[in-house]
C-alpha cells in the first residue's frame, strides 16, 4: 500500500467518525448547546492539526522508502557496470584473438590456393614450351580427318623447311592438331598447333620468324605464336590494349594501320608494333 492511499483511508475514517459524531450530536440536540459545540470545534481542530502532522511525517516516511529504493537500484547498476567494466580487457583481448585467428586463417587458406595456381600454371606452362600455333594455314576440304590430318603434316614441314631451314627428318614434330571445332560452312581457318619433341627447333623458328616474309607466296599471311595459357592470353591481351592506347595518345596514325604483337615470353613478354603492308 502506497503512503498517498494510507493517509486518504485515515481522512476517510475521520470524516466518516466526524459525521457520525455530529450525528449523535444532532439527535442529543448538542448543535443547540453552543459551549458543547465550541468543544467540539476545538476538538476537530487538535485532530486536524494532528492529521496534519501525521500525514506530513508519513510523506517523510514515503521520501525515505523511494530514496531507499532509488539507491539499491542505483547500487546494483553501478556493480554491474564495475563487474563489466572489469570483463571488458578479457572481452577485448578474446575478441582481438579470434579476429586475428580468423585472419590468419583466411591468409594461409589463400597462400595456399594461390600457391596451387601458380603450380598448376607452371605445370601447363611447361607442358606447352615445346608447342607453337600457326594462323591462316587453309584447311583441307577432304571429309576423312585422316586425310585433313596428313593435309596439315605437309602443309607445316614444308614451312619449316622453306622459311627456316628445318629438315623433314629433324623437325621433331610430335603433335600436330587444329583447335576448335570444325564447321564445314565456314571460310576461316581453324589455328594450327604444331608440337615438337626437341625445344631447340621451336627456338630455331623463333630466331629466324623474319624469315616468313622471303618465303614461297603460299606461306604468305600466316602468323606464328606460342601456345599460352588462359592466364598468359590475359595478361597479353591486356598489354596489347595498352599499346594501343599508347599510340593513340601518341600519334595522329589510327592503330588500325599497325599490327601489335608480343614478343618473348613470361617477364620477357614486350609488344612489337610495325605498319601493315597495304
Not at 467518525?17 to 468543544?39: E, I
Not at 601458380?118 to 591462316?136: C, F, L, P, Q, T
Amino acid at each position: 500500500m502506497t503512503c498517498t492511499t494510507t493517509l486518504y483511508l485515515i481522512q476517510t475514517v475521520l470524516s466518516v467518525g466526524f459525521v457520525c459524531d455530529k450525528r449523535a450530536m444532532d439527535t442529543s440536540n448538542t448543535c443547540h448547546n453552543p459551549d458543547k459545540l465550541d468543544s467540539l470545534v476545538t476538538m476537530v481542530e487538535k485532530l486536524l492539526d494532528k492529521l496534519a502532522d501525521f500525514e506530513g511525517k508519513m510523506n517523510d516516511k514515503c521520501d525515505v522508502v523511494v530514496t531507499n529504493q532509488l539507491d539499491a537500484q542505483l547500487k546494483i547498476l553501478e556493480d554491474r557496470f564495475a563487474t563489466q567494466e572489469q570483463e571488458l580487457p578479457e572481452r577485448f583481448d578474446a575478441f582481438k584473438s579470434n579476429v586475428t585467428s580468423q585472419l590468419e586463417e583466411k591468409i594461409s587458406k589463400s597462400v595456399i590456393l594461390d600457391n596451387s595456381k601458380n603450380a598448376n600454371e607452371d605445370k601447363e606452362i611447361d607442358k606447352r614450351k615445346n608447342n607453337m600455333i600457326i594462323y591462316r594455314v587453309p584447311e583441307a576440304s577432304a571429309s576423312s580427318a585422316d586425310e585433313r590430318n596428313e593435309a596439315d603434316l605437309v602443309y607445316a614441314t614444308e614451312l619449316l623447311e622453306n622459311a627456316f631451314q628445318v629438315k623433314p627428318e629433324t623437325n621433331g614434330i610430335e603433335k600436330l592438331f587444329r583447335l576448335g571445332r570444325r564447321v564445314d560452312s565456314s571460310d576461316v581457318p581453324r589455328p594450327l598447333l604444331v608440337g615438337f619433341k626437341n625445344p631447340a627447333v621451336k627456338d630455331k623458328i623463333w630466331s629466324n620468324l623474319k624469315n616468313l616474309k622471303e618465303a614461297d607466296a603460299r606461306f604468305e599471311g600466316i602468323s606464328l605464336a606460342h601456345d599460352l595459357t588462359p592466364r598468359q592470353r590475359a595478361e597479353v591481351k591486356k598489354l596489347i590494349d595498352t599499346a594501343k592506347q599508347d599510340h593513340v595518345g601518341s600519334s595522329s596514325d589510327g592503330p588500325e594501320n599497325y599490327w601489335f604483337r608480343m614478343a618473348g615470353l613470361g617477364s620477357r613478354m614486350r609488344v612489337i608494333k610495325t605498319r601493315r603492308e597495304h
